[in-house]
């Protein structure tokens, strides 16, 4: 006769629901709304413009700039990493050279988009957005 195994107790009501999300925005910051990210530019058609960018622009703009690499094409920026011995410098982000606040003109241009890593992103660039 083979044992039955008797079922866990539950442990439900001895975790507090979670409250509401701790802002993370500063106040006044045209991201603070309760809109998506889609909604606020970042939907498929941003997705498709950022890949394309990240294709024609792998490496992260401030990695370059501090290893003092001016090669202008992806071949010579890898050749040059390989004779110094340096791991490439990839990016992930493509982000706004000068911050767009929600104007879609600014959004779009080209022109003012920039490849950096997740540390530049999240560290460099966003201490110079909030200097004062």
């Not at 909604?39 to 997705?47: H, K, T, V």
């Not at 920026?77 to 493509?94: D, F, M």
Request: hydrophobic share 35%; glycine share 8%.
């Amino acid at each position: 006769m083979a044992k039955q195994r008797g079922s866990l107790p539950m442990l439900g009501g001895r975790v507090p629901a979670a409250g509401s999300r701790t802002p993370t925005m500063q106040p006044g910051s045209w991201r603070t709304s309760a809109l998506t990210s889609a909604q606020r530019g970042y939907g498929y058609r941003w997705q498709q413009a950022r890949a394309a960018h990240l294709r024609e622009h792998p490496f992260c703009e401030y990695c370059l700039k501090e290893r003092r690499i001016v090669a202008t094409t992806v071949a010579a920026v890898i050749l040059e990493c390989a004779a110094r011995g340096l791991a490439l410098p990839y990016g992930n982000v493509v982000d706004h050279r000068i911050p767009h606040r929600g104007d879609d003109a600014l959004f779009w241009d080209r022109t003012n988009w920039q490849t950096l890593c997740t540390p530049h992103h999240s560290r460099d660039k966003q201490r110079q957005e909030n200097a004062p």
